[in-house]
C-alpha cells in the first residue's frame, strides 16, 4: 500500500467512527454514582476553552498478550481523533483519572501536582496496574529552567534476598507463576516516597488538594470498567481469593465484580488521610509499612523476605538521563536499571541510518527494518543492563553513535537476522563477562503524560508489575511483585547474570518514560506505555510516527503494532499490522499474529499548542484546555 492507500485507510477509519467531541464537563459528570541529574547524551553530533477529548470504548484484552486465531474478515480499528489544546493537557488511562489532573491543572497546578492526582485515582480505579504498592519512574522537564530530571522509584530487593530466591528445590528456576502469587515477590515500594519527593521540588498545590479526588472517590465510590471486571476470572480469580482482603474486595458475596458496578474502597481513603496527615513516616516506617511487611511474610505458599528495616532505609534515586540524537532532535528517557531510553535510543539510533522517513508506513520494508532494530537492541539489554549500583553498565557506549552505525550494518534490506542474535561488542564496553538474561517481564503498567501552562512536562510510568500485583492487598492497595523482573537464574553458561538477584538491589525494567527535544531544547512529545519488555517497541514506535511519517500523535498511538523481541515478529491482531504476515515471511521473520495491549498516552507540543493522544486499546483518554 503507498503513502496514499495509507492516509484513505486513517480517512476512512475517521469517518466510519463518526467522530465526537465533547465539552470537559459533559464529559465526565460526577463520578460518584447517585445517593536531574546531567543527561547521559550519545557521542555524536547531531484559544483557551473547554477541552474536546474523543470519548473512546474501554478495552477488556487481557494483560499480556496471547496468540489469537486471526479471522480473515478481522476489524481494522478504526482511526481516534486527536484531541486540541492551548495552554495544558493530561493523557491518561482513565477518564475519571484525567479529569483528577485536569482539574488540577485547571487551578494553576503544576505538571507534577497532577500527576499525583491522576496516579492515586489510577491506584483507585485502575488497582491491577499501579498504584502506591509498587514502583515508578519519572522523567519531568521543567519549564522555567529548562532541566531535565530523572527519579528512580523502582522496588528494591529485601536485604534478606539472595540470588537462588526464585529457584526451586531441584536447583532451577520456578515458574513466573509460581513466583509472581504471594510474598516472594514483593519488593520494597517505591511510588510513594516518589510522588512526594517531586511535590517537594515542583509542586504548587497543597497535597491535600491533590489527594481529594481519591479520596472523595473512594468514599463515595466509582463505576467498574469493562477492563477490571474482564480481568477478574480464570487464574487471576483464584490467586486473588487466597488474600482475604483482596478476595472480600474484588469478589463481594463470593461473586466477582460487574461492568457498570459501583466499588466503594473506605480504607484507601483512611491510608490517603493517614499519609496526609504524617507524610510518608507510617508508610516506611509505622502501621502501613508493618501491614505491608505482615502480608509479604504471612503470604501462605509463598511467604516473602521483605522486612521493616527495608521499608526503612528506601530512598528514591535521581539518575542520569539519556538522551540520543534522531535527526534534529533529541529523544531523552530513563537510565539503568530502565532499559528503557537505551532501548528506544539504540531502535531510532539504528533506523537513522536507514532512512525511516522514506519508507511507506504501510510496507513490508519498513516494518522489516524496525522489526530488525527491535531484535539487536533486545540482544543488548538481556546482556548489558541491570541496576547501576550492582553493575557497571555500558549506557554511553550502547548508545555511541559509531556503534549504532555498526549495529545498523547488521540489518539488511530484504533479509532476518537469525534469531537469537547476539549482543554487540560496544566500545570501552563492561559486562560483556555477564550471561544473558531473556526472563520473562510482567506487562501490567500504566503511563501518564502531562504538560502544564508553565511548559512543564512529566512522564511517568507507573506499576505493581504483573496484573493485580502480588495478590495481597493492604489497607486498599496491592502490593507489588516487582522482584519478578529479576532473572530467576542466578547464573548461565558458567557466568553471572547481571539483572539476578541481589539484596537491595532494583530490577531491571523496560519502562520508557520518553520526552522528545527541539534543536533548542525545548520539548515537543511526551509519551510513554505499559507492555512489559514490549514497552521499547510501543514507544519508538509511535515517535517514528510523529517524526519521521508525520502522524499526530493518535494516528501514530492507533498504528497496528510490529513487536520483535529477539524472536518471532509479533503482528498486532485486528489491525492493518496483520496485513504484513507475508511480506515478512518473505524475509525470513517467524510471524505470529497477537493481541498487544499497549497503553500509550502521549502529547505533542508545538507553536500551536498541544495535540494529545491517548491508546484506545486500554480505555485512555487525553484532555486539556
Known amino acids: 500500500m503507498g503513502r496514499t492507500g495509507w492516509w484513505v485507510v486513517l480517512l476512512c477509519g475517521a469517518v466510519g467512527a463518526g467522530l465526537l467531541f465533547v465539552a470537559v464537563d459533559a464529559l465526565w459528570p460526577d463520578p460518584s454514582p447517585p445517593a536531574g541529574a546531567a543527561p547521559v547524551v550519545a557521542s555524536q553530533d547531531v484559544a483557551a476553552g473547554p477541552a474536546e477529548p474523543a470519548v473512546r470504548p474501554d478495552s477488556s484484552s487481557p494483560a499480556g498478550p496471547a496468540p489469537v486465531v486471526a479471522s480473515p474478515a478481522a476489524a481494522v480499528r478504526p482511526a481516534e481523533p486527536a484531541v486540541h489544546a492551548k495552554r495544558f493537557m493530561v493523557a491518561a488511562a ?15 497546578g503544576t505538571a507534577v501536582d497532577a500527576m499525583i492526582a491522576v496516579q492515586l485515582v489510577l491506584n483507585l480505579v485502575e488497582p491491577q496496574s499501579g ?15 529548562g532541566r531535565l530530571t530523572s527519579l528512580d522509584g523502582l522496588e528494591t530487593a529485601p536485604r534478606g534476598a539472595d540470588a537462588n530466591m526464585f529457584l526451586g528445590p531441584d536447583g532451577q528456576p520456578i515458574s513466573l507463576a509460581a513466583a509472581a502469587a504471594g510474598g516472594r515477590s514483593v519488593g520494597a515500594p517505591g511510588t510513594l516516597k516518589l510522588l512526594l519527593q517531586a511535590h517537594q521540588r515542583w509542586g504548587r498545590l497543597p497535597l491535600a488538594r491533590l489527594f481529594r479526588p481519591a479520596i472523595d472517590l473512594a468514599e463515595k465510590g466509582f463505576t467498574v470498567s469493562p477492563r477490571l471486571a474482564g480481568l477478574l476470572t480464570g487464574d487471576t480469580a483464584e490467586r486473588l481469593k487466597r488474600d482475604p482482603r483482596a478476595r472480600d474486595y474484588f469478589f463481594p458475596g463470593g461473586q466477582a465484580l460487574q461492568a457498570g458496578q459501583t466499588l466503594r474502597n473506605p480504607a484507601f481513603a483512611d491510608t490517603l488521610r493517614f499519609i496526609l496527615g504524617a507524610g510518608d513516616g507510617p508508610f516506611y516506617l509505622g502501621p502501613i509499612g508493618a ?35 534522531y535527526r534534529v532532535w533529541r529523544v531523552c528517557g530513563m537510565g539503568p536499571p530502565s532499559a528503557g531510553g537505551i532501548g528506544v535510543g539504540q531502535i531510532l539510533g539504528m533506523l537513522e541510518h536507514l532512512k525511516m522517513p522514506t519508507t511507506d508506513p504501510g510496507s513490508g520494508d519498513a516494518w522489516h527494518l524496525f522489526a530488525e532494530a527491535g531484535k539487536l537492541a533486545t540482544a543488548d539489554r538481556d546482556r548489558y543492563v541491570a541496576d547501576p549500583d550492582f553493575i557497571l553498565v555500558p549506557t554511553s557506549s550502547l548508545i555511541d553513535g559509531t556503534y549504532m552505525t555498526a549495529r545498523a550494518r547488521m540489518i539488511s534490506a530484504d533479509k532476518a537476522v537469525p534469531v537469537p542474535a547476539p549482543p554487540g561488542n560496544p566500545p570501552r564496553r563492561v559486562g560483556q563477562e555477564r550471561s544473558v538474561d531473556t526472563s520473562t517481564e510482567p506487562s501490567n503498567t500504566s503511563h501518564i503524560s502531562i504538560v502544564d501552562a508553565d511548559g512543564s512536562v512529566a512522564s511517568l510510568t507507573t506499576s505493581i508489575e504483573g496484573a493485580f500485583g502480588s495478590h495481597l492487598m493492604v489497607r486498599g492497595f496491592l502490593l507489588n511483585n516487582g522482584l519478578a523482573d529479576f532473572s530467576f537464574a542466578p547464573y548461565a553458561g558458567g557466568r553471572a547474570v547481571a539483572n539476578r538477584v541481589e539484596p537491595g538491589k532494583r530490577p531491571r525494567t523496560s519502562m520508557a518514560p520518553t520526552i522528545v527535544l527541539d534543536r533548542a ?6 509519551i510513554g506505555s505499559p507492555g512489559g519488555a ?14 519521521d511519517w508525520g502522524l499526530d500523535v493518535q494516528q501514530a498511538i492507533d498504528l497496528g503494532h510490529v513487536v520483535n523481541l529477539n524472536g518471532r515478529t509479533e503482528l498486532e491482531a485486528g489491525t492493518a499490522a496483520e496485513g504484513l504476515k507475508d511480506a515478512l515471511a518473505a524475509r525470513g521473520h517467524d510471524v505470529v499474529v497477537m493481541e498487544q495491549p499497549s497503553g500509550l498516552q502521549g502529547i505533542q507540543i508545538g507553536p500551536d499548542g498541544l495535540v494529545g493522544g491517548s491508546d484506545p486499546r486500554r480505555g485512555g483518554v487525553a484532555v486539556g484546555r
Do not use: H, K, M, W
Open 131 to 145: 498504584g502506591i504498592g509498587g514502583g515508578a519512574l519519572l522523567l519531568y522537564f521543567d519549564g522555567r529552567s
Open 521 to 526: 531544547g525545548r520539548p515537543v512529545l511526551v
Open 534 to 547: 514490549r514497552i521499547i517497541p510501543y514507544v519508538a514506535q509511535a515517535i517514528i510516527g510523529v517524526l
Open 291 to 325: 501491614d505491608i511487611v505482615g502480608a509479604a511474610q504471612g503470604a501462605p505458599g509463598n511467604s516473602g523476605r521483605l522486612a521493616p528495616i527495608d521499608l526503612e532505609v528506601y530512598r528514591v534515586v535521581e539518575r542520569q538521563t539519556v538522551c540520543v540524537p
Open 94 to 108: 482513565d477518564p475519571v483519572a484525567a479529569r483528577a489532573g485536569y482539574d488540577v491543572l485547571a487551578e494553576n
